[in-house]
């Protein structure tokens, strides 16, 4: 799905956080929004998301050349971020299965070798308020990678990993994100240097 961002804005009572940001992202491409903490990378990615709305200017979203609605734009969307929470009451096997009730799972995606994947099997019932830091955050992202949407949205996606998790995080970014539309938001090289187009903020 292609992005298109005219003249995009976003300012906090009179304060501008960036303006006049023109791009368009076409289909099945990459783009990573860079830039020092406080310069609007997370604010752009949620804007992209419709989880804040715009001070000026548009965010398009096309498929096949038509314009979709901005309102119904959500299901096409996976989204990940450090300040999203799970449902910790829930256990790992509940939330893959809620989340998956609500988004498509790729075709040919085995549960069970995804958990292994990533260092959660054996932990199939346990509820997730029981789990590390880096845990939930790999659950965010299988939880976001492994849905069949055609847009891929990652802020900050390294956050709480350890190095074995960096390199399972870019090894599943290397293989599995090529036919979809893929924006992450980062000053973290290793999380976004795979990325063909960048903003910087």
């Known amino acids: 799905m292609e992005i298109r961002l ?8 009179r304060t501008w956080i960036f303006r006049g940001i023109e791009f368009t992202l076409p289909e099945f491409s990459s783009l990573a929004l860079v830039g020092n903490n406080g310069s609007g990378k997370s604010t752009l990615l949620q804007l992209i998301y419709n989880y804040q709305t715009l001070s ?12 979709q609605a901005a309102e119904s734009i959500y299901a096409s969307m996976a ?5 999203l929470d799970l449902p910790e009451e829930f256990t ?7 989340h998956f009730s609500l988004k498509p799972l790729r075709t040919g995606v085995e549960k069970d070798i995804i958990f292994e994947s990533c260092g959660l099997r054996g932990n199939e019932n346990k509820p997730v308020r029981y789990f590390s830091s880096g845990m939930k955050q790999r659950v965010k992202l299988i939880l976001a990678i492994f849905a069949d949407t055609p847009i891929l949205l990652l802020d900050e996606p390294c956050t ?4 074995n998790g960096i390199i399972w995080y870019r090894k599943l970014m290397l293989d599995l994100t090529g036919n979809r539309t893929l924006v992450v938001a980062s000053n973290q090289l290793d999380e976004y240097d795979f990325c063909a187009h960048r903003i910087q903020l």
Do not use: C, H, M
């Open 6 to 13: 005219q003249n995009t804005g976003k300012r906090y009572n």
């Open 56 to 67: 000026e200017g548009t965010i398009s979203y096309f498929k096949n050349g038509e314009e």
């Open 79 to 83: 989204f990940v971020a450090p300040y």
């Open 92 to 98: 790992l096997n509940e939330i893959w299965d809620f």
């Open 160 to 163: 709480n990993l350890d190095k």
